[in-house]
């Protein structure tokens, strides 16, 4: 039996200043979309996650791929590495 795979993910700067890490252990390995690893990132926060992606507040790169879309499809492997980057200062509302 295989392990359960690890994401990490790795909230930087755009200047590639590291502000968080943070590390989820998932169940099995599957394929989900983007949205569902802002998801698993963020729990309840998730829509306002979503929402400063969409309005380019943030960057996903997933294995070192640009993530363009909240419905790109991932496939879910041990050690899988996800930066947030941050492009816009966090909103205060």
Do not use: Y
Not at 15 to 27: D, F, K, T, Y
Not at 28 to 51: I, M, P, Y
């Amino acid at each position: 039996m295989s392990a359960a795979p690890v994401v990490q993910f790795i909230d930087e700067t755009v200047a590639g200043e590291m502000l968080r890490e943070h590390e989820v252990r998932l169940h099995a390995s599957e394929t989900v979309k983007a949205r569902e690893l802002l998801q698993l990132r963020f729990g309840d926060n998730a829509d306002r996650a979503c929402e400063a992606f969409n309005r380019g507040a943030f960057r996903m790169q997933v294995a070192g791929a640009q993530i363009d879309s909240l419905d790109t499809h991932v496939e879910l492997v041990p050690g899988l590495a996800v930066k947030l980057i941050r492009v816009l200062p966090p909103a205060d509302h």
